[in-house]
């Protein structure tokens, strides 16, 4: 034992490391348990456990979006892929997570948002909105703080209210834009693995609204309110029942023709 929480284990065989080192990360009891080589004899204070490689599944990916985009995409998030495996329509990556950060929900790491994404794909919204969803959910759209990230942008403050670093949680849900938004909505960001196909188009058009009127606010310093917006929600998933009924109509008639 080489103090509270950190141990050193010596092993007898070069393969047994390899396995525990290839496992990584390992739980116990909920617990996770970093490992790291000690190649070195080290001070304590000097050992830094702070990131662990983890096994990332994506898939299946949506056809629209193309493979390397989707990899440079996760690449950026991660600060780097370790190793990728792709086969057919499913993707699995090696990435250097930091611990130290809570794990956001929308990175889909969990299970329950594989449901969603099922939803996602299967729903019936355009294209772009579901690449923008997808980009969404990988943290990878260009708000302040990531842009601040790739020193384009002086700081991560939100361009909107001017209150708060502009993470993806501030954007979506915090910003006193958003908040009114969502309540206008009577909806909620947590409604998602087991809202109905209908909600989670509500959610995804919804949120594309918002980052199209975070857009506009920033660039052409329009100023909508949350009634328009939502009415700009409704009024968006009208036009594409319309276009679907019409479709409809067309080929009944087609039919009868
Ligand atoms: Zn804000």
Redesign the pocket.
């Known amino acids: 034992m080489e103090g509270q929480n950190l141990f050193s284990i010596s092993f007898d065989s070069e393969e047994d490391l390899e396995c525990i080192i290839e496992g990584r990360p390992w739980l116990f009891r909920k617990f996770l348990i970093l490992f790291d080589r000690l190649r070195s004899p080290m001070e304590r204070d000097q050992i830094c456990l702070n990131s662990s490689p983890y096994w990332i599944h994506i898939g299946p990916c949506p056809p629209e979006l193309d493979r390397k985009d989707l990899l440079h995409a996760i690449g950026c998030t991660f600060g780097g892929v370790l190793r990728s495996e792709i086969s057919d329509d499913l993707c699995r990556l090696r990435v250097n997570l930091d611990v130290q950060k809570p794990l956001r929900r929308a990175y889909a790491l969990h299970n329950d948002y594989r449901e969603f994404y099922r939803k996602l794909w299967r729903s019936d919204i355009p294209g772009k909105i579901k690449i923008f969803i997808w980009k969404l959910s990988w943290n990878y759209l260009s708000t302040q703080v990531n842009l601040h990230c790739r020193k384009i942008a002086p700081n991560g403050v ?1 361009l ?5 670093e ?1 993470t993806m949680n ?2 979506f849900r ?4 958003s908040i009114a938004v969502w309540r206008e909505l009577e909806g909620s960001f947590t409604c998602l693995c087991t809202a109905s196909e209908f909600l989670v188009r509500t959610f995804c058009i919804t949120l594309w609204a918002i980052w199209g009127d975070r857009n506009s606010r920033i660039h052409d310093k329009t100023n909508r309110s949350s009634k328009e917006m939502v009415n700009f929600v409704h009024g968006y998933i009208k036009e594409l029942d319309g276009v679907k009924s019409g479709q409809q109509i067309t080929s009944q008639k087609l039919m009868k023709w």
Do not use: F, S, T, W
């Open positions: 939100c909107r209210c001017q209150n708060g502009e501030h954007l915090d910003c006193l834009v």
